[in-house]
């Protein structure tokens, strides 16, 4: 009987370095072969919010690494499937699977608590290798990527402490009623953009800190 077979999953019989050294490559081909709309795309919203450098190349790190895998071409095709396709035949059957098994990559908003990094969005809880250490209470925002049955940060992340949590959460809140149910991933740039608007207010002093309730 078919509900009575077992699902085994595809063997991922390729080293992790040569699948991130991949990885790498993906996103360099992407931010070149998009970089003048990229870049475009950036100025415009850093000179709306008048960033100092540091806050234009973070925004420019968290929306590459949201486009890679989810901002569309003329053919409807993400830079990550452009390069899956174009790279095909150059990539052992491993490496090919190993790299479109990342296409369904998570997005969002997280709070570190004791079992691991809540999603803000879904109120699911992942276990986390992190690239530093975090307090509970603090909240993270990037792409999580299933590597090896592992989940990780991409190429970039935005950790705050717990005693912005209220902050974050207050901005989630309005952005998210704004832009509707389901929408928050599509509009994810636009929430990095309104984010660093908020932590120049904390870092002027025209708001305060907030913990979370």
């Known amino acids: 009987m078919k509900k009575d077979r077992k699902v085994i999953p595809f063997p991922l019989l390729v080293e992790e370095s040569e699948l991130l050294a991949e990885l790498k490559k993906l996103y360099e ?9 990229w ?13 100092h450098l540091k806050d234009a190349e973070l925004f420019r790190d968290l ?4 486009a890679v895998f989810f901002e569309t071409d003329e053919d409807g095709m993400t830079p990550h499937g452009r390069y899956l396709a174009d790279h095909k035949a150059d990539m052992s059957p491993a490496l090919y699977h190993a790299l479109r098994g990342l296409a369904v990559p998570r997005c969002s908003v997280f709070e570190v608590t004791e079992d691991g990094l809540r999603d803000w969005e879904t109120k699911e809880t992942y276990r986390v290798n992190l690239p530093e250490k975090r ?5 993270m925002l990037g792409k999580l990527l299933d590597i090896r049955g592992s989940w990780r940060f991409g190429s970039a992340f935005l950790a705050l402490p717990a005693k912005m949590a ?13 832009v509707g149910p389901g929408a928050f991933l599509d509009q994810f740039p636009e929430f990095c953009a309104e984010l660093i608007d908020l932590l120049l207010d904390l870092e002027e002093g025209v708001i305060i800190p907030k913990p979370s309730k």
């Open 39 to 51: 870049t475009n795309y950036i100025q415009e919203i850093a000179s709306e919010g008048t960033w």
């Open 166 to 178: 209220g902050n974050v959460s207050d901005l989630y809140i309005d952005f998210t009623d704004e």
């Open 63 to 66: 929306f590459i690494d949201w």
């Open 29 to 37: 081909q992407a931010a070149l072969a998009r970089s003048t709309q």
């Open 135 to 139: 307090e509970v209470g603090d909240i």
